[in-house]
């Protein structure tokens, strides 16, 4: 007789790279639809008489949108399932990608981008929650961070697109944000053949159609990880019970430690580059792309490294590495120091931001048992968005204020902050199963989660 196997014991397959594409895609609508508008408003600007309050918002309008987008979607995403709520958002995506056309001023514009935040937001807590569920524990960190990858992949793709958008003249930006829409109607095609996680299916009673799903993509043999297999209500305060509260404190501060800074720099990153004294026109849009490239390159070590030294050292010292090079940059940027020694510093600070900013998909997915873990990743997405939109928000009129230099201070405060505070409370989840992970540091026994898979085994 065969030896039975769970899910989280099977090795990577063409299945896990397919849920991988699945997953990856909404990463990579985040970073291309608020990449977009960085470039889009340098048009903008020009047609519309807007006041940095206007600016600010159009910028973060997106975010904001993420905030309700998360909160909500999330929730949705453990009551009636992955697969429904993954198809749900792309209609609306798309639908608001193409209204964006027809925007005839800064408010409507900004109402259309909040609704795309809303579907942006409601997409992280489905895409993490369903790649996390498939995933081999041996593997899953460096398939969950490399899902974030792919956020650096939309971003740079979008200013590529926007560089080469520009000659259209005035109603470039138009185009700009309604490219968005083509991504969207090929991932929304792509994910019409996804299966539904069987863990959620099993999480809510429906047992016979998990084991049949499990059957068709495993084979016989396989059973479902360590999991309740009785029906589990899911209840939106259950992320701060249990023991889960420490785990959304601790996901959603990390979280905003490393965005606040992340989506200031990068929403104008071509006015900093231009501030450096490093601009040509439309060169620094371009600029920013190659940056946002090598930041990508720069990630794939670190999804090995995951799984070979944990999670915490590879959270803990990029806070560090990445605070020190803006340190750096602020206390050099009246210099005029050469171009090779700027970009070395914002290459550094990329990469290790990068690295640091996997742990957005891999702790909140990690942590939390299946019934809550769509609504812990939704609540955290709200909560992170809410201080990026504030940042973002804020970011040209602090740079307007008080100058390039103090600005990065700020932005490297937060991140030796974020340093000091993963060093105290980052857990290790290496090589654990996603029930053990879910049940680290809470006082919880794994004994009826692992009793399914001893009555399936013997």
């Not at 490093?278 to 990630?299: C, H, P, Q, R, W």
Request: some cysteine.
């Amino acid at each position: 007789m065969s030896k039975v196997r769970t899910m989280e014991e099977m090795p990577l397959s063409r299945f896990h790279f397919k849920m991988f594409t699945y997953s990856s895609g909404s990463a990579f609508l985040d970073g291309y639809i608020i990449g977009i508008i960085g470039v889009a408003l340098s048009v903008i600007k020009t047609q519309f008489d807007m006041s940095l309050t206007m600016m600010g918002l159009l910028g973060t309008a997106t975010l904001v949108g993420m905030f309700f987008g998360g909160l909500i979607g999330g929730y949705l995403t453990d009551l009636i399932g992955r697969k429904k709520m993954f198809l749900i958002d792309m209609l609306v995506m798309l639908v608001v990608s193409v209204l964006q056309f027809f925007a005839h001023d800064p408010i409507q514009l900004a109402i259309l981008r909040v609704i795309l935040g809303i579907a942006v937001g409601a997409d992280y807590p489905i895409a993490g929650a369903l790649m996390a569920e498939f995933s081999p524990k041996k593997n899953r960190g460096g398939l969950l961070g490399g899902i974030n990858s792919l956020w650096y992949v939309g971003y740079a793709s979008s200013f590529l697109v926007g560089y080469f958008m520009l000659s259209i003249g005035d109603t470039s930006w138009r185009w700009m944000l309604a490219s968005s829409a083509v991504p969207v109607f090929l991932l929304l095609i792509a994910r019409l053949n996804m299966p539904e996680s069987p863990r959620w299916l099993a999480s809510k009673g429906r047992e016979k159609e998990a084991n049949a799903i499990i059957q068709k993509i495993f084979g016989d043999n396989v059973v479902m990880s360590a999991e309740p297999m009785s029906k589990v209500k899911t209840t939106f305060l259950d992320i701060f019970r249990n023991g889960n509260g420490k785990w959304t404190i601790f996901v959603s501060v990390f979280w905003s430690l490393q965005l606040i800074p992340t989506f200031g720099i990068g929403t104008y990153i071509p006015e900093i580059i231009g501030q450096f004294g490093f601009t040509d026109g439309k060169m620094e849009y371009l600029g920013s792309a190659i940056l946002n490239l090598i930041y990508l390159v720069g990630l794939i070590p670190f999804l090995y490294l995951v799984e070979k030294w944990g999670r915490r050292p590879t959270i803990i010292w990029p806070f560090f590495i990445s605070s020190i090079s803006l340190f750096i940059l602020g206390a050099t940027s009246g210099l005029k120091m050469s171009f090779v020694f700027v970009f070395a510093l914002f290459v550094i600070y990329g990469i290790f931001n990068n690295a640091m900013g996997m742990h957005e998909w891999i702790y909140p997915n990690e942590l939390f048992p299946t019934h809550i873990r769509g609504t812990a990743v939704g609540f955290s997405t709200a909560i992170t968005r809410a201080a990026s939109a504030t940042s973002t928000f804020l970011f040209p009129t602090i740079l307007a204020n008080y100058g390039l230099a103090n600005t990065l201070y700020i932005c490297g405060g937060l991140f030796f902050i974020g340093f000091l505070f993963t060093l105290f409370m980052a857990p290790e989840t290496k090589n654990m199963s996603l029930t053990e992970a879910s049940s680290i540091k809470k006082g919880t026994t794994l004994g009826t989660e692992s009793s399914v898979i001893n009555k399936a085994v013997n």
